[in-house]
């Protein structure tokens, strides 16, 4: 049986934003009900590039696919810096057999503008409707046919360096080197599925037992690895989490994402010095962003709640005007995340008294954009449903807050996300129970929150 021919798929990754209207192209959907579709058609097997689950680090099993793949599929929409880069390492190495594709109204650099590239329409409002996957799924399926047809009769050039440059060779690619290639990828894919199986089933043994059958960390594939690290988190095996770190190739330990999430472990293991060390590395070498503001100001909030509890109260005060200064400050960074926005108007109504109740109520409206701004235009997830509870809960809409809770319930992924919201929730009661506020309403949600957490069903 004749093995089909591999097309490596480079495009952006999840949610990204048209730099023309401003409004967010869900690339995801194009690959799934185009792009995929589209090369299977052509009997072609897809493989689709993982730099976002790898914080954007090119490593070596990149490269093998960038130069070992018979086909490529480059999306030059957005004019996305990693497919730019890739598309130019393939065109280095392929004559031909590399077809460019972008979104009609997109402008192209002008260096790449001369591609013989397919242009394919996003519909109304970049929604990308079934009419305008049918019709990128046909034409391209034609494209890629007609490419196979081309390689055959060794009829077409597509890479602009072997246009111009008549003298200059491709390298040999030995057939040895690519079959195994071809049985690593399929490897690295059988893993990927059995950490998804145990991710879903919350089962650490299970995905303890893949990092056992990988043998040595430093030979596997980057994406695995990534994959593996936040299995773990999934399954709050913090202590797997900062033993895997420590095993890890040094190029993807100095990953931006991958340093994040270490210091996420290390606050949950309580070892906070650490947590915040790492961060603070973060932070000096790349500047605030929302994602780390918001680890950082999390470590300050669990230093907060350690100090309460041991009636330091003038210790617990500083921690928690720092938790609140450190999640401002990732919001201002990017109003758009309302992650960092909801947790700095938690602790701004726990705070309580005059001056921060008035940035409360200043910051509500603002937040609550933000948060309906990403369910209107992105693919929503368990926290921006929960964001939009805790909005409710802060402006006492009782009504609302119900609505909100059951959309969050049906999107969790991991234990730890509704056991976060209760607990926020549980200190948003105490604070207001100190202000002879009623809170009463607020016990249902929390122990439905803290059921979810449990895996136990709700009813």
Same mark, same amino acid.
């Given at each position: %049986?004749?093995?089909?021919?591999?097309?490596?798929?480079?495009? *952006?990754?999840?949610?990204?934003?048209? *730099?023309?209207?401003?409004?967010?192209?869900?690339?995801?959907?194009?690959?799934?009900?185009?792009?995929?579709?589209?090369?299977?058609?052509?009997? %072609?097997?897809?493989?689709?590039?993982?730099?976002?689950?790898?914080?954007?680090?090119?490593?070596?099993?990149?490269?093998?696919?960038?130069?070992?793949?018979?086909?490529?599929?480059?999306?030059?929409?957005?004019?996305?810096?990693?497919?730019?880069?890739?598309?130019?390492?393939?065109?280095?190495?392929?004559?031909?057999?590399?077809?460019?594709?972008?979104?009609?109204?997109?402008? #192209?650099?002008?260096?790449?503008?001369?591609?013989?590239?397919?242009?394919?329409?996003?519909?109304?409002?970049?929604?990308?409707? !079934?009419?305008?996957?049918?019709?990128?799924?046909?034409?391209?399926?034609?494209?890629?046919?007609?490419?196979?047809?081309?390689?055959?009769?060794?009829?077409?050039?597509?890479? *602009?360096?072997?246009?111009?440059?008549?003298?200059?060779?491709?390298?040999?690619?030995?057939?040895?080197?690519?079959?195994?290639?071809?049985?690593?990828?399929?490897?690295?894919?059988?893993?990927?599925?059995?950490?998804?199986?145990?991710? !879903?089933?919350?089962?650490?043994?299970?995905?303890?037992?893949?990092?056992?059958?990988?043998?040595?960390?430093?030979?596997?594939?980057?994406?695995?690895?990534?994959?593996?690290?936040?299995?773990?988190?999934?399954? !709050?095996?913090?202590?797997?989490?900062?033993?895997?770190?420590?095993? %890890? *190739?040094?190029?993807?330990?100095?990953?931006?994402?991958?340093?994040?999430?270490?210091?996420?472990?290390?606050?949950?293991?309580?070892?906070?010095?650490?947590?915040?060390?790492?961060?603070?590395?973060?932070?000096?070498?790349?500047?605030?962003?929302?994602?780390?503001?918001?680890?950082?100001?999390?470590?300050?909030?669990?230093?907060?709640?350690?100090?309460?509890?041991?009636?330091?109260?003038?210790?617990?005060?500083?921690?928690?005007?720092?938790?609140?200064?450190?999640?401002?400050?990732?919001?201002?960074?990017?109003?758009?995340?309302?992650?960092?926005?909801?947790?700095?108007?938690?602790?701004?109504?726990?705070?309580?008294?005059?001056?921060?109740?008035?940035?409360?109520?200043?910051?509500?409206?603002?937040?609550?954009?933000?948060?309906?701004?990403?369910?209107?235009?992105?693919?929503?997830?368990?926290?921006?449903?929960?964001?939009?509870?805790?909005? $409710?809960?802060?402006?006492?809409?009782?009504?609302?807050?119900?609505?909100?809770?059951?959309?969050?319930?049906?999107?969790?992924?991991?234990?730890?996300?509704?056991?976060?919201?209760?607990?926020? #929730?549980?200190?948003?009661?105490?604070?207001?129970?100190?202000?002879?506020?009623?809170?009463?309403?607020?016990?249902?949600?929390? $122990? %439905?929150?803290?059921?979810? $957490?449990?895996?136990?069903?709700?009813?």
């Amino acid at each position: %049986m004749t093995q089909q021919k591999l097309c490596f798929i480079l495009m *952006p990754f999840g949610q990204k934003r048209d *730099p023309v209207t401003g409004k967010s192209i869900d690339f995801d959907r194009i690959y799934e009900e185009s792009v995929r579709t589209a090369v299977a058609a052509a009997d %072609m097997d897809p493989i689709r590039a993982d730099e976002e689950r790898t914080g954007g680090i090119i490593h070596k099993p990149m490269f093998e696919r960038l130069i070992l793949c018979d086909y490529a599929i480059a999306d030059l929409t957005t004019a996305n810096a990693n497919v730019f880069y890739e598309l130019g390492v393939r065109h280095a190495v392929r004559p031909s057999t590399t077809l460019a594709i972008f979104a009609k109204g997109q402008p #192209l650099p002008f260096d790449v503008n001369y591609l013989r590239a397919l242009p394919y329409s996003l519909g109304n409002d970049l929604a990308f409707s !079934s009419g305008e996957a049918s019709q990128l799924q046909r034409e391209l399926t034609d494209r890629l046919l007609e490419l196979k047809r081309q390689q055959q009769q060794n009829a077409a050039t597509d890479s *602009p360096i072997f246009q111009l440059l008549p003298d200059y060779r491709a390298p040999e690619i030995d057939r040895l080197k690519t079959d195994v290639f071809r049985e690593r990828t399929v490897y690295a894919t059988s893993v990927k599925n059995a950490l998804a199986v145990a991710r !879903s089933r919350r089962d650490s043994k299970a995905i303890r037992e893949v990092e056992q059958d990988l043998g040595s960390i430093a030979d596997a594939e980057a994406g695995v690895v990534v994959d593996l690290f936040l299995s773990y988190r999934a399954v !709050s095996d913090w202590q797997a989490m900062r033993d895997l770190f420590e095993r %890890m *190739p040094r190029t993807l330990q100095r990953s931006i994402m991958v340093r994040e999430q270490l210091g996420f472990a290390y606050n949950r293991l309580g070892r906070r010095d650490e947590a915040i060390r790492v961060l603070e590395e973060v932070l000096a070498e790349q500047g605030p962003s929302s994602e780390t503001c918001g680890l950082l100001g999390r470590i300050y909030k669990d230093r907060w709640i350690e100090a309460t509890k041991a009636q330091q109260t003038t210790l617990a005060s500083g921690y928690l005007e720092r938790a609140i200064d450190t999640y401002r400050m990732g919001f201002e960074t990017d109003p758009r995340d309302a992650y960092p926005g909801i947790n700095a108007l938690t602790l701004l109504d726990i705070q309580g008294d005059e001056q921060a109740i008035a940035e409360r109520d200043e910051l509500i409206p603002v937040v609550r954009y933000a948060a309906k701004r990403r369910i209107k235009t992105a693919r929503p997830d368990y926290w921006d449903y929960a964001t939009m509870l805790e909005l $409710a809960i802060l402006a006492e809409e009782r009504e609302n807050s119900k609505k909100w809770l059951n959309r969050a319930l049906t999107e969790v992924r991991e234990s730890w996300e509704p056991e976060t919201t209760a607990n926020n #929730l549980g200190f948003i009661r105490q604070a207001r129970a100190a202000r002879a506020i009623d809170t009463s309403w607020l016990d249902e949600i929390i $122990a %439905m929150l803290l059921k979810t $957490a449990k895996g136990s069903p709700i009813a």
